[in-house]
């Protein structure tokens, strides 16, 4: 599911681009459809660079949206995010800290 996810981020197709690199996608609950399902937050510079991170998912009913300040603190982490080098990112998949998700 996230990665169909990522691959529809990636094509272009999101439900907002809120600046920064940070992009609002749904998700459908399995056997349901988006409106009731998911909502994840998304850094994501672009296609040619191949990383997408995942920073926060809600379920919509429990959730409306995220608040004017969580999202200027997502904004700043996806920035960061972003632009992290290869090498501190490479260590950062060997430490646990960031899971990458396979084909």
């Known amino acids: 599911m996230l990665r169909e996810c990522a691959l529809d981020i990636a094509a272009g197709r999101v439900e907002a681009s809120l600046g920064g690199y940070l992009f609002k996608k749904r998700i459908a609950r399995p056997g349901q459809g988006k409106i009731g399902g998911y909502r994840v937050i998304v850094a994501f510079k672009s296609p040619e660079d191949w990383r997408l991170f995942f920073l926060y998912g809600f379920p919509k009913n429990s959730v ?22 290869d090498d501190v990112f490479r260590r950062t998949l060997e430490n646990g800290d960031l899971i990458e998700l396979s084909e």
């Open 64 to 85: 409306s949206n995220i608040s004017a300040d969580d999202e200027h603190l997502l904004r700043i982490i996806a920035q960061k995010y972003v632009s992290i080098h």
